[in-house]
């Protein structure tokens, strides 16, 4: 089974920090995806990576950066934290592109 | 327009009742189907996955595609409390796009 560990559960942040959320998967795949959930607006594309060090802009990445620096870890920064990115992130992993993705189980992020 | 639709619900339904669960879509070019189940505090699992139109069956689970339509459909036979979870439903072209696109999800409920 594919495994995709988000390091971190719940996380509390002050506006203006500098936040970093970490994704690891174990399956050796080559794509990896950044996701928001908020109610009412289903799950939207911050970034993805189809390979080490390449990245690709989602439909929401302002605010955002990423870092894939190995193929397994994926991590997603917010430069300087406010108050409108409190949301679920949701990290995923898929080997190829006509695959299924498979889901962390999240990180709830409140910026207080 | 938003090119996926999803009831959001919530569903509420006796257990042992057979729940359906839809979705529509706008662009045509969509091959890949899929169907997601998110239980609270919890990221999606891959529930069922299918190329095209046709019916696909797996234990309690039928996904069924009309591509002629632009509908897809999850039935679960035989509901119990145990389904109670947010249900997304998920698309892409055929092709190299990474992009899955998403309901917003439906909210059901098996009451025992």
């Known amino acids: 089974d594919v495994k995709v560990t988000q390091s971190s559960r719940y996380l509390v942040k002050r506006t203006g920090e500098k936040v970093f959320l970490e994704c690891v998967q174990d399956?050796?795949?080559?794509?990896m995806f950044w996701y928001r959930q908020d109610p009412g607006l289903g799950l939207r594309l911050i970034y993805f990576?189809?390979?080490?060090?390449?990245?690709e802009k989602g439909d929401i990445p302002e605010g955002y950066s990423v870092s894939r620096e190995k193929k397994e870890r994926f991590s997603l920064i917010l430069e300087s934290a406010s108050t409108n990115q409190t949301s679920m992130y949701l990290c995923?992993?898929?080997?190829?592109?006509?695959?299924?993705?498979?889901f962390g189980d999240g990180t709830r992020l409140s910026i207080l | 327009q938003k090119e996926v639709e999803q009831d959001p619900g919530p569903l509420s339904v006796p257990e042992g009742a057979i729940v359906s669960l839809n979705c529509t879509y706008s662009?045509?070019?969509?091959?890949?189907f899929m169907w997601y189940r998110q239980y609270s505090r919890k990221g999606p699992e891959l529930l069922m996955y299918?190329?095209?139109?046709g019916n696909k069956e797996d234990g309690r689970f039928t996904a069924q595609v009309d591509k002629s339509s632009k509908y897809i459909s999850l039935f679960i036979r035989d509901s119990q409390p145990s389904d109670s979870a947010t249900y997304l439903c998920?698309?892409?072209?055929?092709?190299?796009?990474?992009?899955?696109?998403f309901g917003t999800g439906t909210l059901l409920a098996v009451q025992p």
């Open positions: 662009n045509s070019a969509f091959q890949y």
């Open positions: 995923a992993s898929v080997r190829t592109v006509n695959q299924p993705q498979h």
């Open positions: 299918t190329y095209s139109s």
């Open positions: 990576s189809y390979d080490v060090k390449m990245k």
């Open positions: 998920a698309m892409k072209p055929r092709g190299a796009t990474n992009k899955l696109i």
């Open positions: 399956m050796d795949h080559e794509n």
